[in-house]
């Protein structure tokens, strides 16, 4: 019997230390892991970038897990590469970061003396493929904008073209998910300009159009919060920015999202969005694209009192002639259906979906023959 109990507790403690490993080890079913301490091997890499670099290029649809263990990882990095799954150890202790800005030279391989990254280079993450998804980890742009920003405009040591991207969906990329992230930046923090994604229980903070695009992106349960700026400014901030074609039936959707503030955010100083006709290249000219009707929706979303009574801003854009426009938010695609909070208000600018038309926004009317849990 003493035996018998001795030989039960060593069982006992044997499976404490086995669960305690596994609580700080990757799990054994990941195809790479990134641990900057260990000594690289098939499996184990000291950068993102080189298990990126080994991971295979064949499209099978076969998921290629990544494993990224607790740092900070100053890397910028493209996936090109379909079904590539980032997993970090937490979102607060896994972070990727670059410090890239819009008018910057570029370091690109074959980039040319004066060619900046533009706002598209600029990202920290950039991606080219599909299937892609993020868990668990921080994407941020570290450019230090509110120096730049609370500098005179006439000040010759002021950056212009200072919008610095952390995360970026370029074209090719599709059924894009981001769970339990967050996202990092002040202008642009979030370009969506393919396909569809969906950011479901995340974190994304900026300033000004820090979420704007083309794409056809779906975020939920999420919080979107507006960061100070380095002087004031009114508007403070904008939201997103849709540049949504006129043929495409989803912009940018809200459900169940709160919207929250730094402290230095004022009252009343923050547009839900603005309408975004991007500079576009045309037979007959480079202007303002008057296809680009951007769609934003915010469904049973609680905001603070910073959101505007208005809710919408205008945005400029260049005409045909030159010269430049003013686009207005009601020429655009932006509802709402039951916000909530100190920030929500029904007024003529801010016109709301009927109870019937938000059966429309499902997630599987929105994403239609992508299917994911």
Known sequence: MIVRHIVSIIAIFSSLILMSGCATQPNAHYDAIVNASEKPSTKTFISIQAALDAAPTINNNKPHRIFIVAGNYYEKLVIAKPNIQLIGADKNTTRIYYDAYAGQQSTDAGAT???????????TLIIRAANIQLRHLTVEN?????????LAHDDPKLIPNSQAVALHLDYGSD????????LLGYQDTLYVNSGRSWFDKSFIAGNVDFIFGKGNALFTNSEIKTLGRGKPSSPHAYLVAPSTNINNEYGLTFIDCILTRDQSVPD???ALGRPWHPST???????????????????????DAHITQDGWHSMAGTAKDGNKI???????RFFEFNSK?????????????H????????????????RID
């Not at 003396?113 to 990202?123: F, L, M, V």
């Not at 570290?142 to 609370?150: E, I």
């Not at 045309?282 to 769609?295: E, H, L, S, T, W």
């Not at 003013?326 to 655009?332: I, N």
């Open 113 to 123: 003396k004066g060619q900046i990254w533009g706002t598209p280079g600029s990202a």
């Open 142 to 150: 570290t450019f230090n904008f509110l120096a730049n920003d609370a």
């Open 175 to 182: 059924r894009f998910l981001a769970r339990d992230i967050r």
């Open 268 to 270: 009343n100083s923050t």
């Open 281 to 303: 290249q045309f037979a007959d000219g480079r202007y303002a694209d008057p296809n680009a009707i951007g769609k934003a929706i915010f469904i049973n979303s609680w905001m």
């Open 326 to 332: 003013q686009f207005q938010p009601q020429d655009a």
């Open 341 to 353: 909070g100190p920030g929500a208000t029904i007024n003529s600018n801010r016109r709301q979906l």
């Open 355 to 370: 109870k019937s038309e938000v059966d429309n926004y499902t997630r599987e009317k929105i994403f239609g023959d992508w």
